[in-house]
């Protein structure tokens, strides 16, 4: 996302973070003390949301996959902006309560969460299922490009994916699973994108 260098990343146990847009703005999304967790800033899932109004004006017809759920913070943002239906997968308990809670709370119907291993779920998910699929993985986990060329498979036509990295990916990474960046930004020490389909 093309957001400013000085942007900040959001620390574990910081606190919250809140839904930018759409029906539920302005909501508070708690941020457990959890290693690893690391919530899409407020102002990057708005410059986020910013490019998908622009190259899918259509976010009430949108099917999205939140893969490493975490907070929830990204696929309820989609939610809250009108979209079809948003699949949430987090394996860690305490974050799937909080999720579930959140769910409960905003009487989130066309949420729908999973609790388990990330890539292993995904494995099971229809091909061309989704049409936006955040991954946020941890740092730590080398599961970025892993989770990308897991992904792909399920993109819809003309769908896309938004990554988060600590290291930049160049388009010959990309192009290497196939993918081509759409667009790319960085806040803080956080490197983010949007891909597609090479050719797409």
């Known amino acids: 996302m093309k957001a400013r260098a000085s942007l900040s990343t959001h620390r574990p146990g910081s606190g919250q ?3 930018v847009g759409g029906t539920w703005k ?3 999304i708690g941020v457990a003390d959890v290693a690893g967790l690391r919530p899409t800033p407020d102002r990057v899932r708005e410059t986020l ?3 998908l109004v622009f190259l899918r004006p259509d976010l009430g017809a949108l099917r999205g996959l939140d893969l490493f759920a975490g907070t929830g913070a990204l696929g309820f943002e989609l939610a ?3 979209g079809r239906n948003v699949v949430m997968v987090e394996r860690d308990a305490r974050l799937v309560a909080n999720l ?3 769910k409960q709370r905003l009487d989130a119907r066309q949420v729908e969460i999973f609790a388990g291993d990330a890539l292993e ?3 099971r998910l229809a091909a061309g299922a989704f049409d936006i699929i955040f991954l946020d993985p941890p740092f730590d986990g080398g599961l970025l490009l892993p ?3 897991c992904v792909r498979p399920l993109l819809a036509r003309d769908g896309l994916i938004y990554a988060e990295s600590r290291e930049a990916i160049d388009r010959a990474q990309a192009g290497n699973l196939g993918l081509e960046i759409v667009r790319a930004g960085k806040a803080g020490r ?3 994108y949007l891909l597609r389909r090479d050719g797409s």
């Open 147 to 149: 989770a990308l060329e």
């Open 190 to 192: 956080v490197w983010f």
């Open 26 to 28: 302005r909501t508070p």
């Open 80 to 82: 809250s902006r009108g």
């Open 17 to 19: 973070v809140r839904i």
């Open 49 to 51: 949301f910013n490019w």
């Open 100 to 102: 579930t809670a959140l």
């Open 121 to 123: 779920v995904a494995r």
